[in-house]
């Protein structure tokens, strides 16, 4: 059994921070990419960041600059800093981990975090 589990939302004022940390556990033989997605009220889950298991790293355009995602292959954990929050960074944050479990590979979703930004 596999278990993908977020941690680290919570209320926000703009301009703030916050860390998102995602940790997978269970009969994993390869973890490839992790990454984070976000979905706000009414819109369609989107890519925020994602970095694979060599290090190369992709984001949203719209946080390129304010959010760093980064990985500890020891702990198959992934973390989103999140720097310079704005209101429409609102959402609920899930992370995605492309595992290899039991000779087979699959992607896994944590069950999300919400991150509010609000004055």
């Known amino acids: 059994q596999v278990q993908v589990v977020e941690s680290g939302g919570g209320l926000v004022h703009p301009g703030g921070s916050l860390r998102l940390s995602c940790a997978a556990s269970?009969?994993?033989?390869?973890?490839?990419?992790m990454g984070w997605y976000r979905q706000a009220p009414g819109k369609q889950r989107e890519l925020v960041a994602i970095?694979?298991?060599?290090?190369?790293?992709r984001y949203a355009d719209s946080v390129k600059g304010r959010f760093t995602i980064s990985r500890d292959n020891a702990k198959n954990t992934v973390y989103l800093q999140m720097n310079s929050l704005k209101p429409e960074d609102t959402a609920v944050y899930y992370c995605?981990?492309?595992?290899?479990?039991?000779?087979?590979?699959?992607?896994?979703w944590g069950q999300g975090t919400q991150v509010t930004v609000s004055s």
């Open positions: 995605n981990a492309d595992l290899k479990v039991q000779r087979i590979r699959d992607e896994y």
């Open positions: 970095i694979t298991s060599g290090g190369s790293t």
């Open positions: 269970g009969d994993i033989s390869i973890v490839y990419a």
